[in-house]
């Protein structure tokens, strides 16, 4: 919550919480809210979940990973990278 001083202050103490809306009213009285980042942050996190299930939709389907999504290793690569784990090892 903040602190409210009046018109007839020397400063104004606020919440940065308070007045961009950033949590579920009630507010404080003596606070105004200038945005609602709340509903914001409602929203966006409505689309993380969206987003995730539209992933999960794609890989169950197998719609994902596509052709494009897909990349090889260079021919001999993956030899080269057990040699050098078997070398190392020996070390």
Do not use: W
Not at 2 to 25: K, N, R, T, W, Y
Not at 28 to 43: C, D, F, G, I, V
């Amino acid at each position: 919550s903040s602190i409210g001083a009046g018109s007839g202050g020397d400063i104004q103490f606020m919440f940065a919480e308070d007045i961009l809306g950033c949590h579920v009213p009630p507010y404080p009285r003596h606070t105004k809210q200038y945005r609602n980042l709340y509903a914001m942050e409602q929203a966006i996190q409505a689309e993380r979940v969206n987003g995730f299930r539209d992933y999960i939709d794609d890989v169950k389907s197998g719609t994902f990973p596509g052709h494009e999504h897909i990349v090889n290793a260079p021919a001999g690569l993956i030899d080269q990278f057990r040699s050098a784990v078997d070398g190392s090892a020996h070390d």
